[in-house]
């Protein structure tokens, strides 16, 4: 008789790898007519931003830009000051060669050194290295078997469950509005914003994201060297195209702030003026829909020999999502006791998983820098590094892997000096998911041989002796009998699985 073997299509997790590249920043700034010319560099940032992100065989290529910040000190007066520049980059990472229906890849890194000089009052110099880390991790759709019968087949089903990528998106969008100053600014220092993702409704193919973008603006009012800070929230509400989406999934939507562009506008006859403010921001969207598939673990026939041919494969879930709040606080001593400080800022180095006292552990290095003016009139930058380290609400269990795709993002950010020390205060927030990948052993092919020898007629009663832990599955395989018929001849309650305990079983047949 020929055994009937059933398939279906799983989304199991497939490659899961890191490479890691350099973005090398070479390039010369040119101070424009209406900002002050340089009499001092206090500080360079490097900031990369990636627009497009595309995988072959092998490669995964980057473009986006890097964005070089500079602040200096002004001359005759002029405080703190700051131009920037946008340096276009395309980078190709060699990875191994892997098949993928679904695939994502999370980019961090962190700046490996930058040098910066002033060759001329109105020329900048900066030279340095950017450090990438992409992480890959991709789903392939595999075939398993879901059943098995005819041929006196006997199997051991096991129900998986996980999540289908259903959609990763990530979209460069505008966001225009207005940023009013209680008078017209001589020089705005810089303007960083964080955002909030306030409703998400997901269709069929597409989604909605409304929400509020809060700007926060340092700026300088004419003939005043002090820094006086603005606040605005601009609304946003984008519609977004997701093949494969749907109102089952469960999302994650996270808006970055990768830009601001300042447009002078009017000026009211109560002296405030009115800039036009358009954000440029990065949208990214997941989703992933839940499913659950019953597979066979393990099989044998009653009547036939039987080979099995094992198939492995891991399932990917959906461990917990984030949205956490974290206040960080660190001091550290003054080179200039008596130090006074303007502003301050916070980048974060590449997110990892970790393990700590059983638990699993978000970590990532977090340094604020702190502009401040010494007791010599000086513009000077300290910097203070700070430990993230976020417990995740779910637990992880030990044979399970897992990594996030979360991104941080500074809330709040205070720095004071007194008593000849820096005192900081940073609140960060976690926005994303941890997902856990499990191993399962399954069946991948059963072959049925030559039948099995008769029973022998001499032997009337087959006893065995099982032990503590034997699971029922292995002791009728053993002697090619049905895990029902066992439980019947031996008076066990329906669905037992495994022994607790030592006991005589009677193996049925005979």
């Avoid at 020089?187 to 909605?208: C, H, N, P, S, Y």
């Avoid at 003016?373 to 590094?385: F, I, P, R």
Wanted: net charge negative; charged share 20%; glycine share 8%.
């Amino acid at each position: 008789m020929e055994l009937k073997v059933f398939r279906d299509v799983l989304p199991a997790a497939g490659a899961d790898c890191t490479a890691k590249a350099e973005l090398p920043l070479e390039t010369e700034l040119l101070i424009s007519d209406y900002l002050p010319p340089v009499q001092r560099i206090v500080k360079c940032f490097a900031k990369p931003v990636v627009l497009q992100k595309q995988l072959a065989p092998g490669r995964l290529t980057l473009e986006g830009y890097l964005r070089c910040t500079v602040y200096y000190q002004g001359e005759e007066g002029a405080g703190l000051c700051q131009t920037e520049q946008k340096l276009p980059f395309t980078k190709a990472l060699e990875l191994p060669s892997f098949a993928a229906t679904a695939w994502t890849a999370c980019v961090e890194g962190q700046t490996e050194y930058l040098n910066c000089r002033a060759v001329n009052p109105r020329r900048i110099e900066v030279r340095g290295a950017y450090g990438l880390v992409v992480s890959v991790h991709a789903q392939l759709s595999t075939e398993v078997i879901t059943a098995l019968s005819e041929g006196g087949i006997e199997q051991k089903p096991v129900t998986l469950a996980g999540v289908r990528r259903a959609a990763t998106l990530e979209k460069l969008v505008t966001i225009e509005g207005a940023l009013t100053f209680p008078k017209p600014p001589a020089a705005i220092l810089d303007i960083t914003g964080t955002a909030e993702v306030r409703e998400l409704k997901r269709m069929q193919g597409k989604a909605v994201a409304k929400g509020v973008l809060h700007v926060l603006c340092g700026w300088r009012a004419e003939g005043d060297a002090a820094l006086r800070s603005q606040t605005a929230d601009l609304p946003f509400n984008q519609i977004l195209d997701a093949d494969g989406l749907s109102e089952d999934c469960r999302c994650l939507c996270v808006l970055e702030p990768v830009g601001f562009a300042a447009a002078e506008g009017e000026t009211t006859e109560d002296g405030a003026a009115s800039t036009t403010l358009t954000a440029t921001a990065m949208l990214r969207l997941s989703g992933w829909r839940p499913y659950q598939l019953q597979c066979v673990a393990d099989a044998f026939s009653t009547r036939f020999e039987t080979t099995l041919t094992p198939q492995t494969l891991a399932t990917e879930s959906l461990l917990c999502a984030l949205d956490e709040t974290t206040v960080l606080r660190g001091s550290g001593p003054l080179p200039d006791a008596g130090a006074h400080i303007l502003a301050c800022f916070a980048s974060f180095g590449p997110v990892s998983l970790t393990r700590q006292e059983g638990r699993a552990v978000l970590t990532a290095r977090a340094v604020v820098s702190a502009f401040a003016e010494n007791t010599l009139g000086e513009m000077e930058c300290y910097e203070k590094a700070l430990d993230y380290a976020l417990p995740l609400p779910a637990d992880l269990p030990p044979d399970t892997d897992a990594y996030p795709e979360c991104w941080l993002s500074v809330q709040d950010l205070q720095c004071a000096s007194a008593g000849g020390a820096l005192d900081v205060s940073l609140t960060v927030r976690a926005e994303g998911a941890v997902l856990a990948r499990q191993t399962a052993s399954l069946v991948g092919a059963v072959e049925l041989g030559d039948p099995l020898a008769p029973a022998d007629p001499e032997v009337s009663l087959r006893i065995c002796y099982a032990q503590p832990g034997e699971e029922l599955f292995a002791i009728a395989r053993r002697y090619h009998v049905s895990p029902g018929q066992m439980l019947a001849a031996n008076d066990l309650p329906d669905g037992t699985a495994r022994l607790d305990e030592a006991r005589r079983l009677l193996v049925p047949g005979v």
